[in-house]
């Protein structure tokens, strides 16, 4: 009874099959859904129909090497654009707050600016690169204020503590540039 007994898991470079754990974990996902009765579709329909085929539109520019480019890598930007529209209606529609697609509209163009990035990671000359970053910085910028702009005027659907919570961080830049 001294030897030690070697599992079939414990045997080294024995790597476990990628489809069987994505089989187990699908069937495990499945039976929680049928089990609590939860309606998939009314939460995620966004990544069926909008991110979806975002994805496949990128797919060209994914398949891309700097030695060899698709044709069709152009689609990324449209696809950038397609899967920034579903995942921010993913986002909205998990926490139940449509009405913020009225200021989340920027980020869509940050989607698209990212996918015509992607799509061009390849050119060594492409001079354009840092001003487009600049946009996507500006955009997701102009996101932030329009989001405070209309949950605290419009909406008026934030806490109290949302208010201090700028206020001090104001202050706290203020008081950090003397």
Same mark, same amino acid.
């Given at each position: 009874?001294?030897?030690? &007994?070697? #599992?079939?898991?414990?045997?080294?470079?024995?790597?476990?099959?990628?489809?069987?754990?994505?089989?187990? &974990? *699908?069937? *495990?996902?499945?039976?929680?859904?049928?089990?609590?009765?939860?309606? $998939?579709?009314?939460?995620?329909?966004?990544?069926? =129909? +909008?991110?979806?085929?975002?994805?496949? *539109?990128?797919?060209?520019?994914? !398949?891309? =090497?700097?030695?060899? !480019?698709?044709? @069709?890598?152009?689609?990324?930007?449209?696809?950038?654009? $397609?899967?920034?529209?579903?995942?921010?209606?993913?986002? @909205?529609?998990? +926490?139940?707050?449509?009405?913020? +697609?009225? #200021?989340?509209?920027?980020?869509?163009?940050?989607?698209?600016?990212?996918?015509?990035?992607?799509?061009?990671?390849?050119?060594?000359?492409?001079?354009? $690169?840092?001003?487009?970053?600049?946009?996507?910085?500006?955009?997701?910028?102009?996101?932030?204020?329009? &989001?405070?702009?209309?949950?605290?005027?419009?909406?008026?659907? $934030?806490?109290?503590?949302?208010?201090?919570?700028?206020?001090? #961080?104001?202050?706290?830049?203020?008081?950090?540039?003397?």
């Amino acid at each position: 009874m001294s030897e030690e &007994t070697v #599992y079939k898991a414990q045997v080294e470079g024995k790597e476990p099959n990628p489809l069987a754990m994505g089989l187990i &974990t *699908l069937g *495990l996902f499945w039976l929680i859904v049928r089990f609590f009765h939860i309606d $998939l579709m009314s939460w995620l329909w966004p990544a069926f =129909t +909008i991110i979806l085929p975002g994805a496949i *539109l990128l797919w060209p520019a994914r !398949r891309s =090497t700097a030695d060899k !480019r698709h044709g @069709l890598s152009f689609l990324a930007m449209p696809g950038g654009f $397609l899967v920034a529209v579903g995942s921010v209606m993913l986002f @909205l529609n998990g +926490i139940n707050h449509m009405e913020g +697609i009225s #200021y989340m509209w920027p980020l869509f163009f940050v989607g698209g600016i990212k996918g015509w990035n992607y799509a061009r990671r390849f050119d060594k000359d492409d001079v354009n $690169l840092p001003s487009r970053e600049r946009w996507v910085k500006r955009l997701v910028y102009l996101t932030g204020m329009l &989001t405070l702009f209309f949950e605290l005027f419009v909406f008026q659907s $934030l806490p109290l503590w949302v208010p201090l919570l700028i206020i001090g #961080y104001g202050i706290y830049l203020w008081r950090s540039e003397a």
